[in-house]
């Protein structure tokens, strides 16, 4: 079966960095786009940065413009988030997803959420 695993989360100081992991399983990975979205406490899921099947094509939301990297290794079924300078606005749970339509928040499959807290 499919399966999307977050791991890489934890508690950071604002200013400090973090990578994310999402191993993907049950389906043909390098044929898929991927994405992270976050859900923060009270809000609604909101999209952080999308990756075509091939790594070429990159989206980012203009709130981690700069300061998050999305990348893939399709050796590996692997997509990671890089984020830096975080700051307090970054707390969340993060969660990736993967299919077509990931670039409209729209994703085929979801991963369980890892917690990320900045604070200091």
């Known amino acids: 079966q499919v399966q999307l695993v977050e791991s890489g989360g934890g508690l950071v100081q604002p200013g400090g960095s973090l990578r994310l992991s999402c191993l993907a399983s049950?389906?043909?990975?390098?044929?898929?786009?991927m994405a992270w979205y976050r859900q923060a406490p009270g809000k609604e899921r909101e999209f952080v940065a999308a990756i075509g099947n091939f790594g070429i094509a990159l989206r980012h939301a203009d709130s981690v413009r700069g300061r998050f990297t999305i990348s893939r290794d399709n050796r590996k079924n692997t997509v990671y988030l890089q984020m830096n300078n975080l700051n307090l606005e970054d707390t969340a749970v993060y969660y990736c997803g993967a299919g077509s339509k990931v670039w409209s928040g729209n994703p085929d499959y979801w991963g369980q959420g890892t917690q990320v807290t900045v604070s200091s």
């Open positions: 049950g389906f043909s990975f390098g044929a898929r786009s």
